[in-house]
């Protein structure tokens, strides 16, 4: 069984910053890999970021390159997406999700495991 909880949204002016975290419910070294999705009202859930078990460095969408960061951290068991310079069009439902796998997977469909995400809302 896993269980992944999603925390750290909010609502936040644009250019300002938030740390989303999602907590896994097992302990240890992780051997599945990690994905954040956004999802915003009318549009599809979309890929933000992926990290594997067996590398430390994060998989980042284009959209959102130089802006955030992904990475595992607290035992392993929580992987962290810091988001800078966040503008208006970030503003989305994100869900962090977990697949047993070997190297990052950046459709929805792929992964088995989904938390229920958490409200990030920037505003003007």
């Known amino acids: 069984q896993v269980v992944l909880v999603e925390s750290g949204g909010g609502l936040v002016q644009a250019g300002g910053s938030l740390r989303l975290s999602c907590a896994e419910s097992?302990?240890?070294?992780?051997?599945?890999?990690m994905g954040w999705f956004r999802q915003a009202p009318g549009k599809e859930r979309e890929f933000v970021a992926g990290?594997?078990?067996?590398?430390?460095?994060?998989e980042v969408a284009d959209s959102v390159k130089g802006r955030v960061t992904m990475s595992r951290d607290n035992g392993w068991n929580t992987v962290s997406l810091q988001m800078n310079s966040l503008v208006p069009e970030d503003t989305a439902v994100y869900y962090c999700?977990?697949?047993?796998?070997?190297?990052?997977?950046?459709?929805?469909?792929?992964?088995?495991?989904w938390g229920q995400g958490t409200q990030v809302t920037v505003s003007s």
């Open positions: 999700a977990a697949k047993s796998n070997f190297e990052v997977l950046r459709t929805p469909r792929e992964y088995d495991y």
């Open positions: 097992r302990a240890g070294i992780p051997v599945y890999t």
């Open positions: 990290i594997s078990w067996s590398g430390g460095t994060a």
